[in-house]
């Protein structure tokens, strides 16, 4: 069973930025290329939104559109890791972020898609790391 990691949160600016990874615990070593992986957050009072994705084996990427042109999420092998560059940080994007991850069931035959609209899709969920936009 996979269990993710998430770091790289904090405080900053409006107008700040900062960079999410999502890595393998210790324990349960994986590589995250056999893996869809989403970027989700809760924020205060709402409930749990759909930030970003990206597939396994594949370079393709979704946004929600309340950060297109401001996040990017992307892979990188080398480092067992996922990562979610967020830039022009604003304060309603002040929430706790999770990175979840969603096993291709035909690796290494056929890459799979990532999806937004369903959060079920996800099977493995990290603990969150806490985003604070504040001046």
């Known amino acids: 069973q996979l269990q993710v990691v998430e770091s790289g949160g904090g405080l900053v600016k409006p107008g700040g930025s900062l960079r999410l990874s999502c890595t393998t615990s210790e324990f349960t070593q994986d590589n995250l290329d056999k893996y869809a992986i989403g970027w989700f957050r809760r924020v205060p009072g709402k409930g749990r939104e759909a930030v970003s994705c990206?597939?396994?084996?594949?370079?393709?990427?979704r946004y929600a559109d309340s950060v297109k042109g401001r996040f990017t999420i992307s892979r990188d092998d080398n480092a067992n890791a996922v990562y979610l560059q967020m830039n022009g940080l604003q304060p309603e994007d002040t929430g706790v972020y999770y990175c979840?991850?969603?096993?291709?069931?035909?690796?290494?035959?056929?890459?799979?898609?990532?999806?937004?609209?369903?959060?079920?899709?996800?099977?493995?969920w990290g603990q969150g790391t806490q985003v604070t936009v504040s001046s």
């Open positions: 990206i597939g396994s084996l594949t370079g393709i990427t």
């Open positions: 979840a991850a969603d096993p291709n069931r035909n690796y290494p035959k056929h890459p799979k898609r990532c999806v937004l609209y369903d959060e079920l899709e996800y099977a493995h």
